[in-house]
C-alpha cells in the first residue's frame, strides 16, 4: 500500500493568513493526488484533482501543486469558511489511500 | 446534479453482517465507479472498495475476506456488505462517485453512522 503521510497534523492560522499543507506519498503517484476539505458532521469534498486542477465551484485561492513524492495545498488568505480538516488522497493504485488529515483552527 | 444516499441499520450486532444501500439519482451506476468509505469517529478515511460500471470490484486488502459490494442496476443502487463486524467497524460509511478508476471522488453521500454494539 502506498502511505500518504500529511504534515503538520494540526495548524492554528488567522483569518488572512497564507497557508501551506504537505502531503508526501511513500512512493511516487505522478500526479494522482487529490485534495479534500472535511467540515464537521460533513462528508468531505473535493477541492483539487490531479495535483494542482481546481475542482468546479471551488474559490481560487485554494491552489496545489506537486509531483512524484510531495505534494501541497496552499490557501492564499484564509476565510473563516476555511476552518476544516484537509486530507491527501492518491489515486495511483488501490487501495486508494488517505493522508490522516490537517485540522486546520482559527488562532 | 448527481446525488448519493446511504441507507441500512445504524446498529449492528457483532458478528453479524453490515448491510449498506446508496441510491444514486442524477446519474446512472451503469457508468463511472463506485466506492464505499468510511471513518471511525474521530479519525481519518479509509476507501472500502469499489465496483465499476462492467461490474469489476476491487477491495481494500485488509477487508477483502469479509467484502462485497454489489450494484442494482434497476434501482440505481449499489450495496456493501461486511461481515463479521466488530466494534473496531463502527464508523460513518459514505458512498462516492469517482468518474474512473484513478480520478477522485467528485461526489459523496452524506453519509451514514454505523455503530456495531449488542
Known amino acids: 500500500d502506498i502511505q500518504m503521510t500529511q504534515s503538520p497534523s494540526s495548524l492554528s492560522a488567522s483569518v488572512g493568513d497564507r497557508v501551506t499543507i504537505t502531503c508526501r506519498p511513500s512512493e511516487s503517484i505522478s500526479d494522482y493526488l487529490n485534495w479534500y476539505q472535511q467540515k464537521p458532521g460533513r462528508a468531505p469534498s473535493l477541492l483539487i484533482y490531479a495535483a494542482s486542477s481546481l475542482q468546479s465551484g471551488v474559490p481560487s485561492r485554494f491552489s496545489g501543486s506537486g509531483s512524484g513524492t510531495d505534494f501541497t495545498l496552499t490557501i492564499s488568505s484564509l476565510q473563516p469558511e476555511d476552518f476544516a480538516t484537509y486530507y491527501c488522497q492518491q489515486a495511483d493504485s488501490t487501495p486508494y489511500t488517505f493522508g490522516q488529515g490537517t485540522k486546520l483552527e482559527i488562532k | 446534479q448527481v446525488q448519493l444516499q446511504e441507507s441500512g441499520p445504524g446498529l449492528v450486532k457483532p458478528s453479524e453482517t453490515l448491510s449498506l444501500t446508496c441510491t444514486v439519482s442524477?446519474?446512472?451506476?451503469?457508468?463511472?465507479?463506485w466506492s464505499w468509505i468510511r471513518q471511525p469517529p474521530g479519525k481519518g478515511l479509509e476507501w472500502i472498495g469499489y465496483?465499476?460500471?462492467?461490474?469489476?470490484?476491487d477491495y481494500n486488502p485488509y477487508l477483502r475476506s469479509r467484502v462485497t459490494i454489489s450494484v442494482d442496476t434497476s434501482k440505481n443502487q449499489f450495496s456493501l456488505r461486511l461481515n463479521s463486524v466488530t466494534a473496531a467497524d463502527s464508523a460513518e460509511y459514505y458512498c462516492?462517485?469517482?468518474?474512473?478508476?484513478?480520478?477522485?471522488?467528485?461526489?459523496w453521500g452524506q453519509g451514514i453512522l454505523v455503530i456495531v454494539s449488542t
Open positions: 465496483i465499476s460500471y462492467s461490474g469489476s470490484t
Open positions: 462516492a462517485r469517482a468518474v474512473g478508476s484513478i480520478s477522485p471522488f467528485d461526489y
Open positions: 442524477g446519474g446512472s451506476v451503469s457508468s463511472y465507479y
